[in-house]
């Protein structure tokens, strides 16, 4: 069970060691909504993306009770927040990653001193192996998203939302396992149940989505996107993720690789900001014109930073 009560635990377990994040205004795309827009910027997390906040409440949780060795899969960000939060409070790290994650997030958790498994051609793969070697070596595992104290860790966000804009209409989140969507709704709702939650994702390969649609945990081809971030499976053995999006969610988003590619460019442009493809899909659903029917003010999350450079540098100029 995830309660507003476990979230106020995990914001007292990770103070000292998560920043408040900011939450800024973007003037252009409030012209292109039509409402006030804010900018909810989990970009400037040390390793880049808001995983942070789950993997150390889940992290100080456990050391708290002489846990010693963790062990996750991950599609990159979770796994490289795991690996700082375990260096952080002397446990050992293992990641274990598909063949689909970019080299630039493979190469910072293995700079974070973690072991990283490359194993398979999805994330299911990866989660079967970490789930393995829990087991033979010892260890807990901690899930990307669904487990209680990563997606109290998340809902963090939505704590510092609320505080920073009573007010605040709807938030749109990146959506992918729903660890982050679970636990900002469960917060935001928790304090004002007339917020409007929308989770936006990726045209192709949304598991949640499908998931959602079919009314039970599904399974979906993983195919390359912009969005790395949003890939993978939501588990069919779901326990937490999928049941709590069902119910707090509000609308579902889905947006197409040019859409995506747009949001980047405009984050660059026109924020300053360089997002990764899977924290460009609110701004992109912004830019879509999607979000325009809503009213009152909105908060978008930009979840992570951690794209290749490369890959930015070619968006920008091609734009
Ligand atoms: C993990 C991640 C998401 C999606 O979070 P879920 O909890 O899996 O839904 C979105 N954006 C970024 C940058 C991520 O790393």
């Known amino acids: 069970m995830s309660t507003l009560a476990h979230v106020y635990r995990a914001r007292q377990r990770i103070a000292g060691r998560i920043c408040r994040t900011p939450l800024v205004a973007s003037p252009a795309l409030a012209r292109m909504v039509g409402a006030?827009?804010?900018?909810?910027?989990?970009?400037?997390?040390?390793?880049?993306?808001?995983?942070?906040?789950g993997a150390t409440n889940a992290l100080v949780a456990l050391a708290e009770q002489g846990v010693k060795r963790v062990v996750t899969a991950s599609t990159g960000n979770h796994g490289r927040a795991l690996a700082y939060a375990a260096r952080a409070?002397?446990?050992?790290?293992?990641?274990?990653?598909?063949?689909?994650?970019?080299?630039?997030?493979?190469?910072?958790?293995?700079?974070?001193?973690?072991?990283?498994?490359?194993?398979?051609?999805?994330?299911?793969?990866?989660q079967a192996e970490a789930l393995r070697l829990a087991r033979e070596r010892g260890g807990a595992c901690v899930p990307p998203f669904d487990d209680p104290l990563v997606i109290a860790g998340q809902a963090t966000i939505g704590l510092e939302i609320?505080?920073?804009?009573?007010?605040?209409?709807?938030?749109?989140?990146?959506?992918?396992?729903?660890?982050?969507?679970?636990?900002?709704?469960?917060?935001?709702?928790?304090?004002q149940p007339q917020v409007r939650m929308i989770?936006?994702?990726?045209?192709?390969?949304?598991?949640?989505?499908?998931?959602?649609?079919?009314?039970?945990?599904?399974?979906?081809?993983?195919?390359?996107t912009l969005a790395d971030s949003l890939g993978g499976g939501i588990g069919l053995d779901n326990r937490h993720t999928f049941m709590l999006t069902r119910a707090l969610i509000d609308r579902v988003?889905?947006?197409?690789?040019?859409a995506i590619a747009r949001g980047i460019?405009?984050?660059?442009?026109?924020?300053?900001?360089?997002?990764?493809?899977?924290?460009?899909?609110?701004?992109?659903?912004?830019?879509e014109r999607m979000l325009s029917a809503e009213?009152?003010?909105?908060?978008?999350?930009?979840?992570?930073?951690?794209i290749d450079i490369e890959l930015h540098r070619h968006l920008i100029g091609a734009a």
Do not use: W
């Open 36 to 53: 006030p827009v804010y900018l909810k910027l989990e970009t400037v997390h040390p390793t880049g993306s808001f995983k942070l906040r």
């Open 89 to 126: 409070l002397g446990m050992e790290a293992t990641v274990c990653l598909s063949a689909l994650v970019p080299q630039n997030k493979v190469d910072a958790i293995a700079a974070l001193g973690a072991r990283v498994v490359i194993v398979g051609n999805g994330q299911d793969d990866a």
């Open 162 to 191: 609320l505080e920073a804009l009573p007010d605040v209409a709807t938030i749109v989140v990146p959506l992918s396992g729903g660890g982050l969507f679970s636990g900002v709704a469960l917060a935001a709702k928790g304090i």
């Open 199 to 224: 989770g936006a994702t990726m045209e192709r390969g949304a598991a949640m989505h499908a998931s959602l649609a079919a009314g039970k945990p599904v399974s979906v081809d993983e195919v390359k």
């Open 253 to 258: 988003l889905l947006l197409d690789e040019a």
């Open 265 to 287: 460019v405009h984050a660059y442009r026109e924020e300053r900001l360089v997002v990764e493809g899977a924290a460009a899909v609110g701004m992109a659903a912004a830019l």
């Open 295 to 306: 009213r009152g003010a909105l908060v978008i999350i930009v979840s992570g930073c951690n």
